[in-house]
């Protein structure tokens, strides 16, 4: 733990409590006469934010780095798989399984992914510029694709990846049409809190400057909504026009896992050929406590609303992929069998190139050189071995998936259905619609 300074005993006014925050630490130092006196604890209404309102924070209040514990959420190891054995036989070991997938089967250049695992949005100037290059070689090599995220197309990350999304998101950061037609995919908006995304100006120089089309030293700050699209009846030429200019890429939503049906609705309406419901557990870089502590669905609930949705049978054909904590292969398999067609990965992802998960992304001080922007940081990422690291793992985890699909009697991932799957918990039953494995 480094030491931090929260008070000094010369300039400690007496009678008179001072307040700082350390860590999720809320210490109040009170001075009286010669005694000196720290009260520590963990009360976020009152010390520093009360006594300084948000002056210090920002109206966005508190910023911290994104992340929910594992025990806030719905736990998957509560999801059994049930594999073949009489009435349906499993396959042998060498039997053929496939992995492919097809993301906008209805478009005229459908996606085509080798697997069924894709690096999530995550932007150039949260991540570094070596990252996000390891990241797509990876998924590359692997045969899959990678998100830009909101932050506009980092060229060599682009040149890198055959299968690039492209995000679009309220900043309109770096987007030029000419730019979009070296992508496969159109994303937008991305699962935004509700909120603007905020990059400090701090982090605006050079390239990220260049890549975001904003002046050095400039807050890259996003919009909560397109400013000039307020309802979907205004958005529905778009994905037209991208189909126009692009020859018919897929364009989807990427939606933050809140208002999941009416969402849903909203971009049918809309005309997407791919939705990506983004649930509670994910994220890369830092949001306001307030959001992240408090929003969205948890991944397991949003799939099991988003596939049992009343108008997703006539739209058949219409991607669905989740994103959102999923992080090793049982997961992968408990998302495809209640109806997901792919899974983005982020936080799985950068921990194949060797994230250690210490939440430091947003202080600019990741010491493996992957969330920041520090040279000597960054100069610690060795490229081509992290990009192999990536294809490794997307490799071992679709692996592994094929063997479980064998073992449920599937030559195929994207055979896993409900019955593969059950549960002993009714709480996990009635939130995900799994059934219920104990007596009724």
């Known amino acids: 733990m480094t030491p931090?300074?929260?008070a000094r005993l010369n300039a400690l006014p007496d009678r008179d409590p001072q307040f700082a925050i350390v860590g999720e630490m809320d210490p109040v130092v009170v001075r009286f006469d010669d005694e000196i006196s720290v009260f520590c604890g963990r009360c976020f209404h009152r010390g520093a934010l009360m006594s300084d309102g948000l002056s210090k924070t920002g109206h966005h209040g508190q910023v911290e780095a994104v992340g929910v514990l594992r025990a806030d959420l719905p736990d998957r190891n509560n999801i059994r798989i049930l594999t073949a054995q009489l009435v349906k036989p499993p396959l042998p070991?060498?039997?053929?399984?496939?992995?492919?997938?097809?993301?906008?089967?209805d478009a005229q250049k459908?996606?085509?992914?080798?697997i069924p695992l894709v690096v999530s949005d995550m932007s150039f100037g949260a991540l570094s510029e070596p990252a996000g290059i390891a990241l797509?070689?990876?998924?590359?090599?692997?045969?899959?694709?990678?998100c830009s995220g909101e932050g506009g197309m980092l060229p060599d990350e682009q040149q890198a990846n055959s299968r690039y999304f492209c995000e679009l998101a309220p900043g309109r950061?770096?987007?030029e049409w000419e730019k979009l037609s070296k992508a496969q995919a159109l994303g937008g908006p991305g699962a935004t809190t509700g909120t603007g995304g905020h990059l400090p100006g701090a982090r605006i120089r050079g390239k990220i400057a260049e890549v975001r089309g904003l002046k050095e030293g400039e807050d890259a700050i996003s919009p909560a909504r397109f400013p000039d699209r307020t309802d979907p009846a205004q958005i529905r030429d778009f994905p037209d026009e991208v189909r126009d200019r692009t020859g018919s890429i897929p364009a989807g939503y990427k939606l933050s896992a809140r208002h999941i049906e009416r969402d849903i609705n909203a971009a049918l309406e809309v005309g997407v050929d791919y939705i990506i419901p983004d649930g509670r557990g994910g994220g890369t870089w830092a949001a306001p406590i307030l959001f992240r502590d408090n929003i969205p669905v948890p991944a397991i609930p949003a799939l099991a609303r988003a596939r049992a949705h009343p108008d997703r049978p006539e739209h058949a054909d219409i991607s669905l992929v989740i994103t959102?904590?999923?992080?090793?292969p049982a997961d992968f398999i408990k998302a495809m069998a209640p109806g997901a067609d792919a899974i983005t990965l982020s936080g799985s992802a950068m921990q194949a190139i060797w994230c250690i998960a210490m939440r430091a992304s947003h202080t600019n001080n990741c010491p493996l050189g992957i969330g920041t922007q520090k040279p000597h940081l960054v100069s610690r990422i060795v490229l081509e071995k992290s990009a192999r690291q990536l294809a490794n793992f997307f490799k071992a985890s679709t692996g592994l998936m094929q063997v479980m699909a064998r073992a449920c009697g599937h030559d195929h991932p994207d055979k896993f259905c409900h019955v593969d799957l059950t549960t002993w918990k009714k709480e996990m039953a009635e939130i995900s619609g799994v059934t219920f494995g104990g007596a009724v």
């Open 173 to 175: 950061f770096g987007f």
């Open 4 to 6: 931090q300074t929260v």
């Open 136 to 146: 797509a070689r990876g998924a590359e090599l692997a045969g899959t694709g990678i």
């Open 93 to 105: 070991d060498d039997a053929e399984a496939g992995t492919d997938v097809v993301i906008g089967p």
């Open 324 to 328: 959102g904590g999923l992080r090793k």
């Open 110 to 114: 459908p996606l085509r992914l080798k």
